[in-house]
């Protein structure tokens, strides 16, 4: 079955940097846009940044345009997300998800990972 | 402040039917992008409930249903039960290619 498991949550200070990893199974990932998506402590979803399945589109939030890079290694099957300059705005719990890119949804979540930024 | 315009909250008492409104504009849900949707239990991540404006994917009760108009989409769900307690959001995509969500429903079950 699909699973998708994020990784490289925690604490870092304004300014910081971090990076996380999706880990996916179940499926050929070769063949999926995938995307990160958050959502801030009470609030609703966000979408961050997807990446198609060769890796040669991107695209990014206006919040975070500059600051974030996403990137995907299909021999890995692994799916990444560096975090840079980070802000206390960025707190939230950083989901990843598997995209159908011909209707540009998104199929299969993971069950997140949180990144807090706080001093 | 979301690009998609839900109610914050609906409820309903078992039984009973509810909608929830999504509301876009002439750069998304009005350019043709179709408008998906997610429900989020407590403490969950989000999962898959619509897809392409009205289709269910499998395993999702047919109590759920979805349509769009013009710049506009809804969630319906008839016949309420407890286990609907949930929040509920509507997404898109935006001329500009980039996703877009509604600010999400609270649905309590009364």
């Known amino acids: 079955q699909v699973q998708l498991v994020e990784s490289g949550g925690g604490l870092v200070k304004p300014g910081g940097s971090l990076r996380l990893s999706c880990a996916a199974s179940?499926?050929?990932?070769?063949?999926?846009?995938m995307s990160w998506i958050r959502q801030a402590p009470g609030k609703g979803l966000e979408w961050v940044s997807y990446?198609?399945?060769?890796?040669?589109?991107?695209n990014y939030a206006d919040s975070v345009k500059g600051r974030f890079t996403i990137s995907r290694d299909n021999a890995k099957n692994s799916l990444y997300l560096q975090m840079n300059s980070l802000r206390a705005e960025d707190t939230a719990v950083y989901y990843c998800?598997?995209?159908?890119?011909?209707?540009?949804?998104?199929?299969?979540w993971g069950q997140g990972t949180l990144v807090t930024v706080s001093s | 402040q979301s690009v998609l315009t839900q109610p914050p909250s609906v409820s309903g008492a078992p039984g009973q039917r509810v909608t929830i409104s999504c509301t876009g504009s002439?750069?998304?849900?009005?350019?043709?992008?179709?408008v998906h949707w997610y429900q989020q239990l407590p403490g969950t991540a989000p999962k898959l409930l619509i897809y392409?404006?009205?289709n269910r994917p499998s395993g999702v009760p047919d109590r759920f249903s979805g349509s769009k108009s013009g710049t506009s989409a809804s969630l319906a769900i008839t016949g309420l039960q407890a286990e609907d307690e949930a929040d509920y959001y509507c997404?898109?995509?935006?001329?500009?290619?980039?996703?877009?969500f509604g600010g999400g429903t609270k649905l309590t079950v009364l």
């Open positions: 998800a598997r995209e159908v890119g011909s209707d540009l949804y998104f199929d299969y």
């Open positions: 179940g499926f050929t990932f070769s063949d999926y846009y």
């Open positions: 990446i198609s399945s060769s890796s040669s589109y991107t």
């Open positions: 002439s750069s998304n849900i009005g350019a043709g992008y179709d």
């Open positions: 392409g404006n009205s």
């Open positions: 997404q898109s995509y935006d001329s500009s290619l980039v996703g877009v």
